[in-house]
C-alpha cells in the first residue's frame, strides 16, 4: 500500500455561515454544495497517493459520545486524523458519567484540557445545542435524540449526488420509523433544499399523518404506492424497542409490509440507501443490501469525506473568529 504523506496544507474552502453545525434545517443550498465540493476535492486526493494532510494541524478535536455508535464516530476520528488534528476520543460507557458526573461537567472537564472541536452524540436532543453555551469550542452535532444526524444526511445526499449525477428533481422516499427518526428529519431539510421531492412512509403509528404539514412531505402507509415514482429509496433501521412499546405486533409483521426485497423493489428506484446499522431480513433483505443498487458501503466510505469538510469549514472559521 503507498503510504505516502503530504505535509503542505491544501486552499480547498468550506462555507458555513455558524462556527457549529447542529443541524441541516437552516443550511442552504450553496453551504451544502460547498461541503461537497470540499468532500469531493479530498476524495480525488485520498483515492490517489495522499495518506495524510496537515490542514487540521494542531486543532484538537474531541468525540463525546454519550450512546453507542459504529460508523459516526470512527468516520469523525479518522476524518480528523487524515487531516493532522489530535483526537481525543470519549465514550460514555467507560467514563465517570457511570460515577454522577452530569453531561455539563463532562463536557466542561475535557474542553478544560483545551479541545477546539467537539463532536457530540446524545441520546437526549438538544444536547449539542446546549452544549454550545457550557463550553468555547465549536460544536458537530453527530446525533442527538430523534432530533438531527447533519452529518448523516449529507453524506447521504453527497452519495445521491454522486451516483445519479444530482439531487434536484428525484424523488426520494424515506421508509421506516419516520417518528423517531434523526435521521429523517436531516434528510427532509437538506434534501429539500438541494431540490428533491421526498415522501416519508411507514406504520401509522411510527408517521403521524402531521408530518405531510409540518415538513412539507408526502405521507404514504403503503410501501409499493410511497415508491411508486421513486428514484431514491431511503431504509431506516427499525428500532427494536419500538416493537416491545406496542408501536408494532411482530418484526415478522414489519418486514412484511415494510421491509424491501428484490420482488416489491420497483424498476424506477436506482438507488437504495441505508444509514446503517441495518437488522437484514427486517426493515432490508440481505439480497437488496449487497447488490449494486444499494450503497450502503459507498455511504460510509463517503461519510469521512464529508467529515473532513465540515471539520475543516468548522476550524478555519473558529481560527478565523
Ligand atoms: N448511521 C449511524 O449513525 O451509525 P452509528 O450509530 O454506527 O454511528
Request: aromatic letters at 6%; hydrophobic letters at 40%; charged letters at 20%.
Amino acid at each position: 500500500m503507498a503510504a505516502t504523506q503530504k505535509n503542505s496544507p491544501t486552499n480547498i474552502e468550506v462555507k458555513l455561515r455558524s462556527r457549529h453545525l447542529l443541524g441541516t434545517e437552516g443550511l442552504s443550498a450553496n453551504e451544502i454544495q460547498s461541503i461537497f465540493a470540499a468532500a469531493g476535492q479530498y476524495k480525488k486526493m485520498f483515492s490517489a497517493e495522499t495518506r495524510k494532510l496537515s490542514v487540521l494541524q494542531g486543532v484538537t478535536v474531541s468525540t463525546m459520545f454519550f450512546e453507542n455508535s459504529t460508523r459516526t464516530r470512527t468516520s469523525f476520528e479518522l476524518a480528523a486524523r487524515r487531516l493532522g488534528a489530535d483526537v481525543v476520543s470519549f465514550v460514555a460507557a467507560t467514563s465517570s458519567i457511570s460515577k454522577g458526573e452530569s453531561v455539563d461537567d463532562t463536557a466542561r472537564t475535557i474542553a478544560a484540557m483545551g479541545i477546539d472541536i467537539a463532536v457530540v452524540r446524545h441520546n437526549c436532543a438538544g444536547v449539542p445545542l446546549r452544549l454550545t453555551n457550557v463550553i468555547d469550542a465549536a460544536i458537530i452535532n453527530a446525533g442527538d435524540g430523534v432530533h438531527e444526524h447533519p452529518t448523516q444526511a449529507l453524506l447521504d445526499a453527497f452519495t445521491i449526488q454522486e451516483r445519479l449525477g444530482k439531487v434536484k428533481g428525484l424523488n426520494v422516499c424515506i421508509v421506516g420509523d419516520i417518528a423517531n427518526s434523526r435521521v429523517a428529519r436531516s434528510n427532509i431539510y437538506s434534501l429539500q433544499t438541494l431540490g428533491a421531492r421526498v415522501t416519508v412512509c411507514g406504520p401509522r403509528t411510527l408517521l403521524p399523518k402531521e408530518f405531510e404539514k409540518v415538513y412539507n412531505v408526502g405521507v404514504e402507509y403503503d410501501l409499493r404506492e410511497a415508491m411508486r415514482n421513486a428514484d431514491v429509496v431511503i431504509m431506516l433501521r427499525i428500532q427494536l424497542e419500538r416493537q416491545a412499546s406496542g408501536m408494532f405486533p411482530t418484526l415478522e409483521e414489519y418486514r412484511k409490509f415494510y421491509g424491501l426485497n428484490r420482488s416489491n423493489l420497483p424498476d424506477n428506484v436506482k438507488l437504495v440507501l441505508h444509514p446503517g446499522p441495518a437488522n437484514r431480513g427486517v426493515e432490508i433483505s440481505g439480497e437488496v443490501m449487497d447488490s449494486e443498487i444499494c450503497a450502503v458501503t459507498q455511504q460510509v466510505t463517503n461519510g469521512v469525506y464529508i467529515r473532513m469538510a465540515v471539520l475543516t469549514a468548522l476550524a478555519k472559521k473558529n481560527k478565523n473568529g
